[in-house]
Protein backbone atom coordinates (compact mmCIF):
# COMPACT_ATOMS: atom_id res chain seq x y z
CA UNK A 1 0.00 0.00 0.00
CA UNK A 2 1.51 3.37 -0.94
CA UNK A 3 1.88 5.98 1.85
CA UNK A 4 3.31 9.42 1.61
CA UNK A 5 4.36 11.03 4.86
CA UNK A 6 5.53 14.60 5.03
CA UNK A 7 7.05 16.74 7.67
CA UNK A 8 6.96 19.03 9.39
CA UNK A 9 3.14 19.35 9.72
CA UNK A 10 3.64 22.65 10.53
CA UNK A 11 6.31 25.24 10.07
CA UNK A 12 7.10 28.85 11.97
CA UNK A 13 9.16 30.48 9.53
CA UNK A 14 10.96 33.73 9.78
CA UNK A 15 10.85 36.10 6.89
CA UNK A 16 14.37 35.97 5.17
CA UNK A 17 15.33 32.46 6.46
CA UNK A 18 15.54 29.09 4.37
CA UNK A 19 13.83 26.21 5.48
CA UNK A 20 12.78 22.58 3.77
CA UNK A 21 10.15 20.29 3.45
CA UNK A 22 10.42 16.30 3.42
CA UNK A 23 8.12 14.11 1.54
CA UNK A 24 8.49 10.07 1.84
CA UNK A 25 6.52 7.68 0.18
CA UNK A 26 6.77 3.88 0.90
CA UNK A 27 6.54 2.49 -2.75
CA UNK A 28 8.10 2.91 -6.27
CA UNK A 29 6.28 5.61 -7.98
CA UNK A 30 6.86 7.40 -11.43
CA UNK A 31 5.85 10.79 -10.43
CA UNK A 32 5.45 12.84 -7.65
CA UNK A 33 3.41 16.37 -7.19
CA UNK A 34 3.86 19.45 -5.05
CA UNK A 35 0.82 21.77 -4.84
CA UNK A 36 0.08 24.83 -2.15
CA UNK A 37 -3.45 25.36 -1.04
CA UNK A 38 -4.03 28.60 0.54
CA UNK A 39 -6.65 28.67 3.64
CA UNK A 40 -10.26 27.85 1.40
CA UNK A 41 -9.07 27.76 -2.05
CA UNK A 42 -8.39 25.42 -4.10
CA UNK A 43 -5.55 23.41 -4.94
CA UNK A 44 -2.55 25.17 -7.31
CA UNK A 45 -0.07 23.00 -8.97
CA UNK A 46 3.68 23.98 -8.03
CA UNK A 47 5.86 21.21 -9.32
CA UNK A 48 5.70 17.35 -11.17
CA UNK A 49 8.91 15.68 -10.78
CA UNK A 50 9.11 12.40 -12.75
CA UNK A 51 12.62 10.99 -12.76
CA UNK A 52 15.88 10.80 -10.34
CA UNK A 53 17.22 13.76 -9.57
CA UNK A 54 14.71 15.92 -10.94
CA UNK A 55 15.15 19.29 -9.62
CA UNK A 56 12.49 21.99 -10.25
CA UNK A 57 12.57 25.75 -9.56
CA UNK A 58 10.30 28.48 -9.51
CA UNK A 59 10.80 31.60 -7.30
CA UNK A 60 11.56 30.83 -3.81
CA UNK A 61 10.99 27.56 -3.65
CA UNK A 62 12.92 24.23 -5.43
CA UNK A 63 11.85 20.77 -5.58
CA UNK A 64 13.79 17.60 -5.95
CA UNK A 65 13.11 13.91 -6.35
CA UNK A 66 15.65 11.11 -5.02
CA UNK A 67 13.76 8.22 -6.16
CA UNK A 68 16.11 5.69 -4.97
CA UNK A 69 15.17 7.17 -1.35
CA UNK A 70 11.72 7.69 -1.80
CA UNK A 71 12.27 11.28 -0.73
CA UNK A 72 11.64 14.71 -2.45
CA UNK A 73 12.27 18.06 -0.62
CA UNK A 74 10.64 21.59 -1.33
CA UNK A 75 12.97 24.12 -0.27
CA UNK A 76 12.32 27.46 0.25
CA UNK A 77 14.62 30.46 0.22
CA UNK A 78 14.20 33.67 1.84
CA UNK A 79 11.01 33.20 3.01
CA UNK A 80 8.40 35.89 2.67
CA UNK A 81 4.63 36.58 3.47
CA UNK A 82 3.32 35.10 0.71
CA UNK A 83 4.44 31.89 1.09
CA UNK A 84 2.06 31.35 3.82
CA UNK A 85 -0.20 28.09 2.89
CA UNK A 86 -0.23 24.65 3.14
CA UNK A 87 1.87 22.53 0.67
CA UNK A 88 1.08 19.17 -0.28
CA UNK A 89 2.79 16.62 -2.17
CA UNK A 90 1.18 13.64 -4.05
CA UNK A 91 2.74 10.72 -5.35
CA UNK A 92 1.04 8.39 -8.21
CA UNK A 93 1.37 4.59 -7.77
CA UNK A 94 2.92 2.24 -10.75
CA UNK A 95 -0.34 1.57 -11.72
CA UNK A 96 -1.36 4.62 -12.25
CA UNK A 97 -4.83 3.66 -9.93
CA UNK A 98 -4.14 6.16 -7.72
CA UNK A 99 -3.02 9.62 -5.95
CA UNK A 100 -1.99 9.73 -2.47
CA UNK A 101 -1.69 12.62 -0.90
CA UNK A 102 0.40 13.68 2.38
CA UNK A 103 -0.94 15.32 5.47
CA UNK A 104 0.17 18.51 4.10
CA UNK A 105 2.78 21.20 5.77
CA UNK A 106 1.17 24.42 7.01
CA UNK A 107 3.63 27.11 6.50
CA UNK A 108 3.65 30.20 8.35
CA UNK A 109 6.12 33.33 8.08
CA UNK A 110 6.31 36.05 10.55
CA UNK A 111 8.69 38.80 10.03
CA UNK B 1 -7.66 28.33 -20.54
CA UNK B 2 -6.31 26.06 -17.78
CA UNK B 3 -9.84 26.99 -15.37
CA UNK B 4 -11.93 24.08 -14.13
CA UNK B 5 -15.06 25.66 -12.74
CA UNK B 6 -17.45 24.21 -10.59
CA UNK B 7 -20.73 25.32 -8.87
CA UNK B 8 -22.04 26.08 -6.47
CA UNK B 9 -19.71 27.92 -4.60
CA UNK B 10 -21.50 26.53 -1.19
CA UNK B 11 -24.20 24.18 -0.17
CA UNK B 12 -26.23 23.97 2.79
CA UNK B 13 -28.23 21.20 2.63
CA UNK B 14 -30.75 18.98 4.61
CA UNK B 15 -30.34 14.73 5.31
CA UNK B 16 -33.43 14.36 2.77
CA UNK B 17 -32.52 16.80 -0.02
CA UNK B 18 -31.41 16.00 -3.71
CA UNK B 19 -28.71 18.14 -5.12
CA UNK B 20 -26.13 17.98 -7.79
CA UNK B 21 -22.70 19.77 -7.72
CA UNK B 22 -21.53 20.54 -11.42
CA UNK B 23 -17.98 20.38 -12.55
CA UNK B 24 -17.07 21.82 -15.99
CA UNK B 25 -12.88 22.11 -17.91
CA UNK B 26 -12.47 23.21 -21.61
CA UNK B 27 -9.24 21.86 -21.87
CA UNK B 28 -9.86 19.10 -23.76
CA UNK B 29 -8.98 16.45 -20.82
CA UNK B 30 -10.29 13.54 -21.39
CA UNK B 31 -9.92 12.25 -17.12
CA UNK B 32 -11.68 14.14 -14.45
CA UNK B 33 -12.13 13.16 -10.60
CA UNK B 34 -13.93 14.37 -7.40
CA UNK B 35 -12.27 14.99 -4.27
CA UNK B 36 -13.24 15.26 -1.02
CA UNK B 37 -11.37 17.59 1.54
CA UNK B 38 -12.22 17.98 5.47
CA UNK B 39 -11.02 21.00 7.11
CA UNK B 40 -7.30 20.58 7.90
CA UNK B 41 -6.91 17.06 5.37
CA UNK B 42 -5.63 16.23 2.13
CA UNK B 43 -8.35 15.64 -0.69
CA UNK B 44 -9.54 12.44 -0.52
CA UNK B 45 -9.81 10.89 -4.01
CA UNK B 46 -13.99 9.54 -4.38
CA UNK B 47 -14.26 8.63 -7.82
CA UNK B 48 -11.86 8.88 -11.65
CA UNK B 49 -13.63 9.50 -14.91
CA UNK B 50 -11.46 8.43 -17.95
CA UNK B 51 -12.85 8.78 -21.68
CA UNK B 52 -15.89 9.68 -20.05
CA UNK B 53 -16.27 6.47 -17.85
CA UNK B 54 -15.95 5.92 -14.05
CA UNK B 55 -12.75 3.73 -13.85
CA UNK B 56 -11.91 4.19 -10.01
CA UNK B 57 -14.89 4.45 -7.55
CA UNK B 58 -12.87 4.40 -4.05
CA UNK B 59 -15.79 2.52 -2.32
CA UNK B 60 -17.98 6.17 -1.98
CA UNK B 61 -20.95 5.35 -0.30
CA UNK B 62 -24.45 5.10 -2.70
CA UNK B 63 -25.45 8.70 -1.65
CA UNK B 64 -22.85 10.12 -3.65
CA UNK B 65 -23.63 9.51 -7.40
CA UNK B 66 -21.66 10.38 -9.85
CA UNK B 67 -22.30 11.55 -13.50
CA UNK B 68 -19.97 12.13 -16.54
CA UNK B 69 -22.61 13.60 -19.47
CA UNK B 70 -19.86 14.67 -21.73
CA UNK B 71 -15.89 14.87 -21.97
CA UNK B 72 -16.50 18.87 -20.62
CA UNK B 73 -18.84 18.21 -17.41
CA UNK B 74 -18.86 16.07 -14.52
CA UNK B 75 -21.81 15.85 -12.04
CA UNK B 76 -21.78 14.91 -8.37
CA UNK B 77 -25.14 13.80 -7.47
CA UNK B 78 -26.26 14.15 -3.58
CA UNK B 79 -28.61 12.31 -1.90
CA UNK B 80 -30.06 11.85 1.67
CA UNK B 81 -26.16 12.86 2.79
CA UNK B 82 -25.01 12.73 6.61
CA UNK B 83 -23.52 15.75 8.90
CA UNK B 84 -19.83 14.02 8.34
CA UNK B 85 -20.26 14.42 4.84
CA UNK B 86 -19.86 18.44 5.29
CA UNK B 87 -17.16 19.05 3.18
CA UNK B 88 -14.77 20.99 0.31
CA UNK B 89 -15.81 19.08 -2.79
CA UNK B 90 -12.88 19.49 -5.46
CA UNK B 91 -13.37 18.73 -8.99
CA UNK B 92 -9.80 18.02 -10.90
CA UNK B 93 -9.35 17.51 -14.80
CA UNK B 94 -5.97 15.78 -16.54
CA UNK B 95 -4.81 15.09 -20.08
CA UNK B 96 -5.54 11.50 -19.88
CA UNK B 97 -5.56 9.72 -16.08
CA UNK B 98 -3.64 10.07 -13.03
CA UNK B 99 0.06 10.13 -14.00
CA UNK B 100 -0.27 13.72 -15.20
CA UNK B 101 -0.83 16.78 -13.52
CA UNK B 102 -4.70 17.60 -12.45
CA UNK B 103 -6.03 20.97 -12.55
CA UNK B 104 -8.17 21.61 -9.86
CA UNK B 105 -11.64 23.81 -9.41
CA UNK B 106 -11.99 25.92 -6.73
CA UNK B 107 -14.36 23.64 -5.00
CA UNK B 108 -18.09 23.54 -3.64
CA UNK B 109 -18.30 23.89 0.10
CA UNK B 110 -20.82 21.44 1.05
CA UNK B 111 -22.67 21.98 4.44
CA UNK B 112 -25.70 18.75 5.69
CA UNK B 113 -27.66 19.79 8.30
Known amino acids: ELKVEQNPLFLSMQEGKNYTIYCNYS?????LYWYRQDPGKSLESLFV?????AVKQEGRLMASLDTKARLSTLHITAAVHDLSATYFC???????????FGKGTTLSVSS | DTEVTQTPKHLVMGMTNKKSLKCEQH?????MYWYKQKAKKPPELMFVYSYEKLSINESVPSRFSPECPNSSLLNLHLHALQPEDSALYLC????????????FGPGTRLLVL
Open chain 1, 49 to 53: LLSNG
Open chain 1, 90 to 100: AVTNQAGTALI
Open chain 2, 92 to 103: ASSDRGLQETQY
Open chain 2, 27 to 31: MGHRA
Open chain 1, 27 to 31: TTSDR
